[in-house]
């Protein structure tokens, strides 16, 4: 075991300071990874307040996770010391069943071990995330950051990035599509950027109107603000697919108006109860309302080349471990341009 500096939290209003975890010794097909940077997801938040329920302390999140390898185990082809890597949302399933074997291992039947706030599942032991000086996961598992990547910008794509790229690509949008992403947060600015990328036609849908010119900016075709109900009205039925990201349950009639015969709203943001909404806004035009959750260790490769090869990263906001509570204030009142990444160096 390594005794490891990280920072976590000790219970839903304890707020996160600095605390030492282990990281367990190389079993042979683990790579050993020194933290570079790691990006502040808005699920850090809620795992750290307990909003789901579902946290056990004491919490290191963190699962936008770049940096170095620093060592590996003894069955370990693909990765060397020195080689630039990353760390997402999954550390371990199941590598068995039909979802693992479809390479969706975040839809594994014996569920997947998260990044943190997960068990082991070779040692029972709790996973900690990338809020920390170093990780150890198995091969499997790790990402390979492309040459010419900032590390840095890079980052969200593991969270924020995925989990756009993949329900965009899921739900084959192209050329022709006809795309709305709600939220311009963390996710909704990777959206945004994917989607154009994509060859659709953009709108972000904000509660914010003082983001018009960013979302134009980072390749929305348009901006739709949602507390404006005349330019909701004139844009009944006129989407494809819709991204939700927002964070927080929040009335779904408004958006679904939003669709057009066969369209879909993908919900990829609040993981709650949403109040109920009247059918006849989905019968009437063969509509649904869809979820998506992040996305397989292969299609995140995929996401990572293509970004190399498109020059596609993260907006990034880049600050220091000890500014880790203030960015958590600032992101539960949707100030967030779009990405707080933390500087391990800092820690
Ligand atoms: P974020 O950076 O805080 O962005 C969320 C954005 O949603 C805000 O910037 C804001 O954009 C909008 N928003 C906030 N409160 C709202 C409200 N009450 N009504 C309408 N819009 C509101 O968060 P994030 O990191 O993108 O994460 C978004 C959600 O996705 C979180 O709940 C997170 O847990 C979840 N998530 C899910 C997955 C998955 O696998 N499905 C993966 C990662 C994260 P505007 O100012 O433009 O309105
Ligand atoms: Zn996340
Ligand atoms: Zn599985």
Redesign the pocket.
Known sequence: MTATAAWGATAPESGLAPLTIDRRNLRDEDVAIDIAFCG???????AARN?WGRTTYPLVPG?EIVGTVSAVGSGVTRFKAGDRVAIG?IVDSCRHCDACVDDEE?YCREGMTGTYNARDRVDGTTTYGGYSKSIVVAEPYVLRIPDGLDLARAAPLL??G??TY?PLRNWGVGPGSRVGV?????????GVKFAKALGAEVT?????PE?GAD?QRLGADKVLV?SDKAAMKAATRSFDFLLD??????EMTPYLQLLDRKGTLC??????MLPSFHTGVLLMKQGSVA?????GIAQTQEMLDLCAQKGILAECEVIPMDGINAAFER??K???K??FVIDMSTL
Do not use: F, N, W
């Open positions: 502040v997801c808005h699920s850090d938040l809620h909003d699962h949302t975040q969270c924020a995925i989990t993949s709600i939220g311009l947060g963390g996710l909704g600015h990777m972000m849908i904000t509660t914010s983001k979302a949602s990201t927002i964070p927080v349950a929040h919900i990829v943001g609040a993981i709650d979820g998506s959750g992040v996305g992101m539960e949707a100030d967030v779009y990405r």
